[in-house]
């Protein structure tokens, strides 16, 4: 069973900066597509940013903000988080792709508030 295991989150000042991990149980290279979502209270999950094969993508509100990267080596996936708003207050959740199997992390609390 692929596991998808989150750290990063935290308290942040508005225009700060934070750098998510994802760390994944097997090689990354096994995933099609790897990537973040966010879901503030009350609202639906949506993607952040994607990895697919060579190519990345962004949702409109961070582009810009937020950068996704990948460490083969290390099996783990970042989001770099950059001039952090209010608006970006979410859990923020690691998402896998693989053979048709939809993988999630638990998931990690980014809070942006002065």
């Known amino acids: 069973q692929v596991q998808l295991v989150e750290s990063g989150g935290g308290l942040v000042q508005p225009g700060g900066s934070l750098r998510l991990s994802c760390a994944a149980s097997s090689s990354i290279f096994n995933f099609n597509a790897m990537g973040w979502y966010h879901q503030a209270p009350g609202k639906q999950r949506d993607l952040v940013a994607v990895?697919?094969?060579?190519?990345?993508n962004y949702a409109d509100s961070v582009k810009g903000r937020f950068t996704i990267s990948r460490d083969n080596a290390k099996n783990t996936v970042y989001l770099q988080m950059n001039s952090l708003k209010p608006e970006d207050t979410a859990v923020y959740y690691c998402?896998?792709?693989?053979?048709?199997?939809?993988?999630w992390g638990q998931g990690t609390q980014v809070t942006v508030s002065s």
């Open positions: 990895l697919t094969g060579g190519s990345t």
């Open positions: 998402y896998g792709f693989s053979l048709g199997v939809n993988y």
